[in-house]
C-alpha cells in the first residue's frame, strides 16, 4: 500500500473520531451524570474505529501482496518462456550426424 493511500486512511480515521467523539462531547456527555459511563463510550468508540482502520489497512495490504503475487507469477512464466526460446534456438554443439559421429 502507497504511502499516500495510508496517510488517507489515517486521516479519515481521526476525522471519524473526532467528530463522533466531539459529538458526544457537546450533546451526549453533558447529559450523563457518571463519568465512568463518558470514558466506558470513548474507549468503545476508540476501539470499534481503530479495529475497523486496522482491518482496511491489513485487506490493503493484502490487496498489494495479491497484485505483486500476479506481477511475480507473470514475470516468472515470461522468463520461463524466454529460456525456452532460447533453449530451441541454440545450435547442438558436437550433436551426431547420420553418420554416428560429431560434425
Keep these: 500500500?502507497?504511502?499516500?493511500?495510508?496517510?488517507?486512511?489515517?486521516?479519515?480515521?481521526n476525522r471519524a473520531l473526532g467528530s463522533i467523539l466531539g459529538h458526544a462531547e457537546r450533546e451526549i456527555f453533558p447529559k450523563l451524570k457518571d463519568p465512568d459511563l463518558e470514558e466506558r463510550?470513548?474507549?468503545?468508540?476508540?476501539?470499534a474505529v481503530n479495529m475497523y482502520h486496522d482491518s482496511v489497512l491489513d485487506l490493503m495490504k493484502a490487496e498489494d501482496s495479491a497484485r505483486n503475487d500476479v506481477v511475480i507469477e507473470k514475470l516468472e512464466q515470461l522468463e520461463r518462456a524466454?529460456?525456452?526460446?532460447?533453449?530451441?534456438?541454440?545450435?547442438?554443439?558436437?550433436?551426431?550426424?547420420?553418420?554416428g559421429r560429431p560434425d
Design 82 to 99: 524466454v529460456r525456452g526460446a532460447q533453449q530451441a534456438s541454440k545450435p547442438l554443439v558436437g550433436s551426431a550426424t547420420s553418420n
Design 1 to 13: 500500500m502507497g504511502v499516500p493511500i495510508k496517510d488517507f486512511l489515517i486521516n479519515r480515521r
Design 41 to 47: 463510550f470513548r474507549t468503545l468508540i476508540r476501539d
